[in-house]
């Protein structure tokens, strides 16, 4: 395993999977909060990241193959509640016999000329240091010609088979095979997810903190469309000493479009002490769909050759610079809603205690339908691509319209951003301009929003480009969970 430029892999894959939808709007963030002073923190590690442009696309016949291998402030009305999570089962004790026994690998769920599937890693390791935990790891099955991508976080403390090793949490794949394993630690949990998941990993990505940090930093930061409020322990400034308490607070962002600089970022994406590793997952999603929107703009593309020679150290992976060239071409295939999110999590894993009493999560026989689903080239999610839904702010909380639009997105609705004829709208509208005017897809557009009961207008116009329009009123609730969204 060769560390590469930063650039090979980094920018790589934000081009290939940005959308290529309207830029984003300037928008006016919220304040942050500090709340009160601090507890015993345990940090806990994070992402991967990206940037980049498009270019015109080949013939498909060209498709390459590959080896497997300023915030405002202002005062903010009252937050939408958090919906309570789910509830997990009590934990359970299999005997040694049930432990001892060794999954069967799964057949593989894609195949090479169909998929280009990549790893994204977020390592523990600190400088100087020699941990190399692999605590986020998200698959991106990419679809080029079809502009299709399915993300696929996998919780740390999985407990499967590890080739050579025997059962174990999926973030010990890595430090294990840098013991000996041949092709080292990145092969070993290549072949791990492949045995236990049946996905090829086409090529890998691995990036610590310091490397997240700055990379975001070199890019100006981004927007993340924050459709919860979230509230857990920071640091009072990233220099502190964190094994002091006293340089702790508790710290709430959201909701709106917030503006995340490298330290917020890292921040946001790997804090877990008043939350959990399965919201954490949606968090990390969260920021990869931010950073996909930022290589639209134009002065990402400026800043290659200072992420090529700044960050050679920041990021271990696989992939080539030709590699990226080849596929770059068709970032032009995928809009804003072309990202389907999927999180391993109860039902799919349960938890249980090992005969060590180490707390890990079992994957269960429903987690296969998940993978399968993840793992298909969509029809139904295609039909909704061709939906665009525009998107106005009618309330006076401001950037709730970037809310309900990323909110569509993940529901896999195109959408576009406007300005509302006025702020004052109590209730939501929806406008329906098709000619069909299926009280179907108007029902299944508001349950997604999570307001059933709002106002329909029928205005049947074939000549509009978006085929609906929703103007959000004071009465609608930004907070949703992207689990809970069929794709």
Known sequence: MKISKLFTFAVCFAVFISSCGTPPQDQVTLPFILVTSAPNASPTPTPFQPSLATLTPPALAEMPTFAPQDTATFEQPPASPLPPPTALPPTETLSPAQAAVVPTALPPLTTENETVNFLLIGSDRRPGGTSHRTDTLIIAVVWFREGQISLISIPRDTWLNIPTVGMQRINTAYQSGELGYPGGGMALLKETILENFGIRIDHTAMIEFDGFRNLVDTLGGFDVPIACPYTDWRLIAPNLDENDED????????????????????????????????????????????????????????????????????????????????LAPYAVNFTNANIRGYYIRPPYV????????????????????????????????????????????????????????????????????????????????????TSAQDPVQRETILNILGTPSANVLSMPDPNRKAQYRVILGADYESCFRPEDLTH
């Open 247 to 326: 340089n702790w607070q508790l710290f709430t962002i959201g909701p709106g479009q917030v503006h995340l600089d490298g330290d917020l970022a890292l921040w946001y994406a790997r804090s877990r002490s008043k939350s959990s590793d399965f919201d954490r997952e949606r968090r990390q999603q969260e920021v990869i769909r931010a950073a996909f929107q930022k290589t639209l703009q134009s002065g990402t593309l400026s800043k290659i050759p200072q992420l090529y020679n700044d960050f050679s150290s920041a990021i271990v992976t696989d992939m080539s610079l030709g590699d990226m060239l080849r």
């Open 350 to 433: 349960q938890p249980w205690t090992t005969d060590g009493g180490a707390a890990v999560l079992l994957p269960q026989d429903s987690l296969n339908s998940l993978l399968v689903e993840a793992t298909t080239l969509s029809a139904y999610a295609a039909a909704r691509e061709t939906i665009t839904v525009e998107v106005q702010n009618g309330s006076y909380f401001d950037t709730m319209d970037a809310l309900a639009a990323a909110r569509l997105n993940y529901a896999g609705y195109e959408t576009t951003v406007s300005p509302a004829d006025n702020r004052n709208y109590g209730n939501t509208v929806l406008v329906d301009y």
